[in-house]
């Protein structure tokens, strides 16, 4: 199977920087996803890595090693709507769709 | 361009009744999946469905539980005889037929067994 953990729950102020780590354990890798979902909500789209290093999307960026089967989402400028569940998940093999999903990371932005 | 619509968002069902759930994918998509969210848990992957095809249905549960994507119309997730540990969210996503994308999720439904 795959072993896909992340940090259960993360706490930040508005402003910071925070960096959410994920790390996977798998066979035929091919990408890791991360994904935001805030309560009774679909999960949303963040960013995509197939290769080693850092993808930057405004003020989110990814980061893949997938030498050390590791990743992290660093968050800049937090505010208070990134307050959600973040989400981990890796594919194996061509298909666009099946995904092994992490716990999820329940973040919190205080003021 | 919609995105991926579920229906219903809530459905509740007692002990033994079947549950029905539907998923329309994004225009030009034919790809399905479906994936269910236990409280505290992670999403799960269940079947992944082409039209008319199911193309793995390795993380169904072997009984009560069927997949279809029909040729016109959405896609259906039916539960039969639903028991309580089947209260879960249940999300459909959809990917178009090629290309290096991700795949779109839907707002999910959310079924509680009573």
């Known amino acids: 199977g795959q072993n896909i953990d992340q940090p259960t729950e993360m706490t930040a102020t508005e402003g910071a920087i925070v960096q959410i780590n994920c790390t996977y354990q798998?066979?035929?890798?091919?990408?890791l996803f991360w994904y935001q979902q805030h309560a009774g909500e679909a999960p949303t789209f963040l960013s995509y890595?197939?290769?080693?290093g850092l993808e930057e999307k405004g003020r989110f960026s990814s980061f893949l090693s997938r030498s050390k089967g590791y990743s992290y989402l660093l968050l800049k400028e937090l505010q208070m709507k990134d307050s959600a569940s973040y989400l981990c998940?890796?594919?194996?093999?061509?298909?666009?769709?099946?995904?092994?999903f992490g716990r999820g990371t329940q973040l919190t932005v205080w003021p | 361009n919609a995105g991926v619509m579920q229906n219903p968002r809530h459905l509740v069902r007692r002990r033994g009744q079947e549950a029905r759930l539907r998923c329309s994918p994004m225009?030009?998509?034919?790809?399905v999946y479906w994936y269910r969210q236990l409280p505290e848990e992670g999403l799960k992957f269940m079947v992944y469905?082409?039209?008319?095809?199911?193309?793995?249905e390795s993380g169904m549960p072997k009984e009560r539980f069927s997949a279809e994507f029909p040729k016109e119309g959405p896609s259906i997730l039916r539960i039969q005889q639903v028991v309580r540990g089947d209260s879960a969210a249940y999300f459909c996503?959809?990917?178009?037929?090629?290309?290096?994308?991700?795949?779109?999720f839907g707002q999910g439904t959310r079924l509680t067994v009573v």
């Open positions: 798998t066979s035929g890798f091919n990408g």
């Open positions: 225009k030009g998509h034919s790809h």
């Open positions: 996503a959809s990917s178009p037929p090629g290309g290096d994308t991700e795949a779109f």
């Open positions: 469905l082409q039209k008319e095809n199911i193309i793995d």
């Open positions: 998940a890796v594919r194996r093999g061509s298909t666009l769709g099946r995904l092994y």
């Open positions: 890595n197939v290769l080693d």
